[in-house]
T-cell receptor, first 111, second 113 residues
Framework: QQQVKQSPQSLIVQKGGISIINCAYE??????FPWYQQFPGKGPALLIA?????SEKKEGRFTISFNKSAKQFSLHIMDSQPGDSATYFC??????????FGPGTRLSVLP | DAGITQSPRHKVTETGTPVTLRCHQT?????MYWYRQDPGHGLRLIHY???????DKGEVSDGYSVSRSKTEDFLLTLESATSSQTSVYFC????????????FGEGSRLTVL
């Protein structure tokens, strides 16, 4: 019940295209859904996050879509750039009690 | 960048030897965490601390112990390293309960031969 599922495992997108990564969860007590971005040799860093009282949050080219009834959320990267090539992790948290990460998606944006 | 320093950054050791990884923060954050990262598993919580001398187990705590004698330092110890503990270990900090964002260090790569 604590698991967060993430797909796809890897993703290749052309420059300027849209990258979409999906996550699903089971625990309805989760109240915070962040996305982390990790470059090789670095620690993950927060990219964007959403709480379940809204269905969408946009920051620049990055958008989280959240579907509470389906227990799913997704990351959309518009106008993908080679500099976006990284591993992306979705996560879910339960009021600070249990921060759970998905297995990660390796994104490659081709020039 | 959050002031988090992990040491050592790389270590190769042999099965059965003790290993200690150190996390040092300059942010005065209350919560500190140790995660391990393995392909296909994302980040899994080993132990966390919610204050000096206050620690608790995470999802994959077997074979690991932690200590926090000062706010700024959180130590992860493998009493007798095994090959299954070959991984990249990340320290993270957060401001407090339900504070949202985790700030991660740059990781410590441990290889157990």
């Amino acid at each position: 019940q604590q698991q967060v599922k993430q797909s796809p495992q890897s993703l290749i997108v052309q420059k300027g295209g849209i990258s979409i990564i999906n996550c699903a969860y089971e625990n309805t007590a989760f109240d915070y859904f962040p996305w982390y971005q990790q470059f090789p040799g670095k620690g993950p860093a927060l990219l964007i996050a959403i709480r379940p009282d809204v269905s969408e949050k946009k920051e620049g080219r990055f958008t989280i879509s959240f579907n509470k009834s389906a227990k799913q959320f997704s990351l959309h990267i518009m106008d993908s750039q080679p500099g976006d090539s990284a591993t992306y992790f979705c996560a879910a948290d339960n009021y600070g009690q249990n921060f759970v990460f998905g297995p990660g998606t390796r994104l490659s944006v081709l020039p | 960048d959050a002031g988090i320093t992990q040491s050592p950054r790389h270590k190769v050791t042999e099965t059965g030897t003790p290993v200690t990884l150190r996390c040092h923060q300059t942010e005065n954050h209350r919560y500190m965490y140790w995660y391990r990262q393995d392909p296909g598993h994302g980040l899994r919580l080993i132990h966390y601390s919610y204050g000096v001398k206050d620690t608790d187990k995470g999802e994959v705590s077997d074979g690991y112990s932690v200590s926090r004698s000062k706010t700024e330092d959180f130590l992860l110890t493998l009493e007798s390293a095994t090959s299954s503990q070959t991984s990249v270990y990340f320290c993270a900090i957060s401001e407090g309960y339900d504070a949202g964002e985790l700030f991660f260090g740059e990781g410590s790569r441990l290889t157990v031969l």
